[in-house]
């Protein structure tokens, strides 16, 4: 599966943005799919995932601001991020995992800056 992710932009804080991640390919048997972020200087970290029953887990850091969502008749996953804060400036990366394999998009920058 290819994944490509959208929507990384430069945002005052307080800002909101939707991320987007737009899978092609045979997506029936995905077992998860999250959203990670390396920050300048910083390794990748979490931010939020989707299992196959549903249940969606956040990273403490954007519990109540962010929101995991996914469209399967367009293949697409969204990220969408309220109240941003100069600190959740970093790449945004997409993950996937099918049938045991794991795909990576290659990311999209979001900037919170004033």
């Known amino acids: 599966v290819q994944l490509v992710e959208s929507g990384g932009d430069l945002v005052q804080p307080g800002g909101s943005l939707r991320l987007s991640c737009a899978m092609s390919?045979?997506?029936?048997?995905?077992?998860?799919m999250g959203w990670y972020r390396r920050a300048p200087g910083k390794q990748r970290r979490f931010v939020g995932s989707?299992?196959?029953?549903?249940?969606?887990n956040y990273a403490d850091s954007v519990k109540g601001r962010f929101t995991i969502s996914r469209d399967d008749t367009k293949k697409i996953m969204y990220l969408t991020m309220n109240m941003l804060k100069p600190e959740d400036t970093a790449d945004y990366y997409c993950?996937?995992?099918?049938?045991?394999?794991?795909?990576w998009g290659q990311g999209t920058q979001v900037t919170v800056s004033s």
């Open positions: 989707i299992v196959r029953s549903g249940r969606i």
């Open positions: 993950n996937v995992v099918i049938s045991g394999v794991s795909s």
């Open positions: 390919g045979n997506i029936e048997n995905i077992g998860y």
